[in-house]
């Protein structure tokens, strides 16, 4: 068994130490030290943009408060606008309604009275004529002359009747 | 059998560079070729994958990037944030045993770990690490490892010197379940293989078997280098954290 062949065992004791002493010199002086920077600073890389992804988060987090905000006064200056229309619009309906109505209201008081004034006028001249035939009546009834008053009296008295 | 086609041959230590030093032999031998080509290859790895700083890695960078993870996770969960100084170990660990492992898979090449000395130069080297460390943070205190809190102090007799085996055996433990993983599997492979020449034609049978348990063999590789880690780490929470 080669295993056991104690005369092999100083070159293999020897070059083992040597060989893993060299290898542990490459190790530590050359290519550790060159993987431990690339892994630091992707590491490093990597940070920063999480970093300024948060920062930019922020960011946006802030413009839409700011836009919200914004958004929510726009939203209660028309609610006052609006509002400020309606009321003047109403106000103004109202106060021509009011105008229309006193100008109807004018022009109905304007319209009786002229209808009580032809009214009058027609009763008179109803009362003028009924006394002239009254008169009339009488004489050739009765052959007396009456007067215009007496007349007029008579239809009075006739009418209120 | 002719020897040179026992399964186990594949294990034989060739002496490649006759070396001495100090009346010590320290051959360049195919073990130590396949620890320079490890070296190379986990260099070369590395340094290729991290070239060039893409934001968004490509195939290769992500896998440089998967090994560097895999790693930092196994010590940052089972030491914490002490176990900073130690990620280049671990890591350097890992990956040695790791294309070790690998690189031993390829047909003809030459399986680092699946000898027990290797495996067991790593895992005393740990064992001597961990032990000085706990003394050197904890001092005479680091005794205190031996005696599980809450227990009963009638216990300790008894618990001690199970705590105490148990401790010293970790070396070993650590050092067979690799070596013997790989030479177990490589062994395996060996064998079929020389089922499938010597069926034939029938031989379509054990070759199908070789490419799952190829496919296996390839999970252990991976496996029991991560094992060797996450073990590594805990030893090293043990003497930085004692109980918990």
Known sequence: MPQMEFADYFPQIAWSIFAFATLYFLMARLALPRITDILESRQRRLDQDLELAEKLRD??????????SLMAAAHAKTEIILSEARETLQRETVQRLDALKGQLENKVAESERRIRNIMAQAVDEVVVAAGVSARSGVKKFIGLEVSEEQARAAVDVVRKS | MAAEHSP?????????VELDIGGVDVSFTNSS?????AVASITLFLMVGARRHAMVPGRW????ELAY???????????????????????SLFMFLLFCN??????????????????FVFAGAIFIGVTVLGFVRHGLKFFGFFLPPGVPIYLAPLLVPIEFISYLSRPISLSVRLAANMMAGHTMLKVFAGFVVALGL?????LIFIVLLFALETLIAFLQAYVFAVLTCLYINDAIHLHH
């Not at chain 2, 960078?61 to 440089?64: E, G, K, N, P, Y």
């Open chain 1, 59 to 68: 960011e946006a987090t802030v413009a839409l408060a700011e836009y919200e």
């Open chain 2, 61 to 64: 960078q992500s896998m440089v």
């Open chain 2, 69 to 91: 993870e895999l790693v930092a996770k196994s010590v940052r969960d089972n030491i914490g944030i002490e176990g900073r100084p130690y990620f280049a170990f671990v890591f």
């Open chain 2, 202 to 206: 029938m031989g379509v049978a054990p």
């Open chain 2, 102 to 119: 690998v690189l031993g898979l390829i047909p003809y090449s030459f399986t680092v770990t699946s000898h027990i000395i290797v495996t």
């Open chain 2, 8 to 16: 186990l041959e594949q294990f034989a230590i060739k002496r490649l």
């Open chain 2, 33 to 37: 070729l396949m620890m320079v080509i």
